[in-house]
């Protein structure tokens, strides 16, 4: 009877340890997931920076286009980054989190092309009072931003 009632309490220990087993293996999945999501934000960043870039050099290189055209193309990169970010956001299951983390991005695009005029604000500066020619609002506001 006592050997009976031993084995039943074997048994139920090892189910115990078991399930316990499984819960860690869940509990490591979990920071798995969680450590990958982070190394997709990190990326998002990363190419939130390259954007940056892409209306750097189409700022400060030497170009026949017009301002006008420079500021369409520089408004096609922005658009392009925007909607990078978006659909980056919609891959992840989690929608709440991840559209406070996905206003961010956006938010760091916007100060990554602010930072991009301001490398370039001699360029353009002269550019446009040297040629006398007319600008888009958004880069003198840019421009005359300190």
Known sequence: ????SRASYMKRGSSLKLGSAVRIEEEERKLKEKKDRFDEQTLLFRNSSHFAQQAHILLTGDTVVSTRI???LLSVII????IYTCSTIQEFEENVPWFFYGVE???TVIFSFEYAC???IAHLDYDIR????SCHPWIIYVLSFD
Do not use: E, H, P, Y
Request: hydrophobic residues 50%; charged residues 20%.
């Open 1 to 4: 009877d006592s050997q009976v």
């Open 70 to 72: 420079q500021c369409f």
């Open 79 to 82: 658009l392009n980054a925007f």
């Open 105 to 107: 991005a956006i938010v």
């Open 118 to 120: 301001r490398l370039t």
């Open 130 to 133: 040297a040629r006398n020619r």
